[in-house]
C-alpha cells in the first residue's frame, strides 16, 4: 500500500514539511521549522506522516542544544539508501533567545556544516532570523569563531554517541549552504512526482 504524497497535500491539515513554502522571495530568505529550542536536553523529530512532533532522544548529563535547531520545509536529504529513508535538512538557528518548538522562522541563511556518517552526506545548514540586522549578520565570518567550534563539537557529539564512524568538515560559505538548500528541494520535488518510492514517514537525522 502506498502512502502517496497527494493526500498529504489534499486533506486540509497543514503538513509542516511539505506544505509550508521553503521560500517566498526567491530564496533571499528560507522558511524554517525549530524542532528543538535552544538551551533544551531533550530531541524532538516532525513526523510528517503523524503530522506531529515525536520524543526521540534525551540527552545525557547536562548537555544541552546550544542553538535552536530544526529542519526546511520542501527538502529531502540524501542519507543512508536516500530511496528507502529520506529526511528534511536540517537547520540551526542562530538567536539570542530559544524559539518555541514548532514556529515557523523565516531565516537568512550564513553557512553550512558538513558531516560525513558511514559515507553518506549530512548537511547543518546554519541560519539566522530574518529580522536580524544584515550589516551585522550576512556571511558565516560574522558569527564568532568560539559558537562556531561549540555547535561543531556539539554535534559531533551526538553522532558519535550513535555511530563512531562519523567526520566533520569545515564551515562552509553561505553560496554553498544555498546549493545544498536548493539541491534537496530538487529532491523534495522529484519526489513528490513520484510518490509511490517510499511508504515511510520522514522523520529528521540527528
Known sequence: LCYGWKEKFSHGKMNLLH??????????????IIEVPKDTSTKYQYDDKLEMFELTDCLVSSLKYPINYGFIPQT??????????EYPLDVLVFNHDAIDRGALVKCRILGVLEFEDSGSIDNKILAVPSWSPADKYSKIEDIEEAHLKIYKHFFRICKLAHSSNTQVAEWQSATEALAVIKESHQRWEFKRERPCRDSGSHKTAD
Open 19 to 32: 506544505n509550508i513554502p521553503i521560500t517566498t522571495d526567491n530564496f533571499k530568505n528560507v522558511n524554517c
Open 76 to 85: 529531502l536529504t540524501q542519507g543512508p539508501e536516500w530511496f528507502k529513508r
